[in-house]
Nanobody, 114 residues
Framework: QVQLVESGGGLVQSGGSLRLSCAAS??????MGWFRQAPGKQRTLVAG???????NYADSVKGRFTLSRDMAKNTVYLQMNSLKPEDTAVYYC??????????WGQGTQVTVSS
């Protein structure tokens, strides 16, 4: 059974930092992504990592967010710096299987106050 468990969300002031973690079980973290969904908006991809280790980022977070992974811990991270109020959302990690994001975590709330 595949499980993805996010942690690390919280309330932070504008300009602050948070690090999200996603601990995976039942699946290897070869290809993963971080998504976010703000109230009334669609869920969108924030950052992704391929099996090769190549990462990609949404334009809105480039230079501020960094996705990394620890294969030994089967955990992926999202380091978020210089946070802005518009980064406020529920953040989800997701794992790719057969070319699509097939498994999702429960989400963790990130709130950035101005």
């Amino acid at each position: 059974q595949v499980q993805l468990v996010e942690s690390g969300g919280g309330l932070v002031q504008s300009g602050g930092s948070l690090r999200l973690s996603c601990a995976a079980s039942g699946i290897s973290i070869n290809a993963m992504g971080w998504f976010r969904q703000a109230p009334g908006k669609q869920r969108t991809l924030v950052a992704g990592i391929a099996t090769t280790g190549t990462t990609n980022y949404a334009d809105s977070v480039k230079g501020r967010f960094t996705l990394s992974r620890d294969m030994a811990k089967n955990t992926v991270y999202l380091q978020m710096n210089s946070l802005k109020p518009e980064d406020t959302a529920v953040y989800y990690c997701a794992a790719i299987r057969a070319g699509r994001y097939d498994f999702w975590g429960q989400g963790t709330q990130v709130t950035v106050s101005s």
